[in-house]
């Protein structure tokens, strides 16, 4: 996105157009994070915009002393408070597994480096992750994806850093072992 530190300085003195072209901007991504953790599409699209909501607000607190870095520190920014927004959803659900099918749209705004195959992966790891039980699954993608530690993980979900632990060690075997039998269908398959 060009002139970003200009846009950003726009959306804190609340310019709607350039609030607009930022959230636009970076919906898919945003929608993108928060499906991880929220499967059903209504309701992944409201906890983005309650997580554009937050940046909105709190955008002044955005720092960047980096300009050429500025979209990739505002992309983690983003992340973060997305994440943190699935997961307090997420919580006030007491982590009931969201039902739905993962609509096409999502999978849309693809990223400009990311090759099919690269993309084709993605999908299928994220449909095999959705399998997992909501605690395991939640802990997979703060960890695995989301690059948080355990402490900030077990404070964010309330639960022990043991539990944290707990919760990784047994989402990585579980998708371990659906590896291991995909693999094995794909050998007997060629066979």
């Not at 072209?21 to 499967?39: A, N, P, S």
């Not at 994440?83 to 009931?96: C, E, G, I, P, S």
């Not at 039902?99 to 999978?107: D, P």
């Not at 090759?115 to 699954?137: M, S, T």
């Amino acid at each position: 996105m060009q002139n970003l530190p200009q846009i950003i300085s726009l959306c804190v003195q609340r310019h709607a157009r350039e609030q607009r072209m930022l959230y636009e901007h970076y919906y898919g991504y945003c929608l993108k994070v928060v499906f991880r953790y929220i499967y059903h599409y209504d309701k992944a699209v409201d906890v983005v915009n309650d997580g554009f909501v937050k940046i909105f607000c709190n955008l002044h607190r955005f720092e960047a002393p980096d300009p050429a870095a500025t979209e990739q520190m505002l992309m983690g920014w983003m992340r973060r408070i997305m994440v943190n927004t699935a997961v307090d959803h997420l919580r006030k659900n007491n982590f009931t597994p969201e039902i739905g099918e993962i609509s096409e749209a999502v999978w849309q705004p693809a990223d400009k480096g990311q090759l099919p195959d690269q993309a084709l992966l993605y999908k299928e790891l994220i449909k095999e992750v959705k399998k997992l039980p909501p605690g395991y699954r939640a802990v997979f993608n703060m960890y695995v994806l989301d690059g948080m530690t355990h402490p900030e993980i077990a404070e964010a979900l309330g639960i022990s850093v043991g539990t944290s632990k707990s919760n990784l060690f047994k989402a990585r075997s579980i998708l371990q072992n659906i590896l291991k039998k995909n693999d094995a269908e794909a050998i007997a398959c060629n066979m």
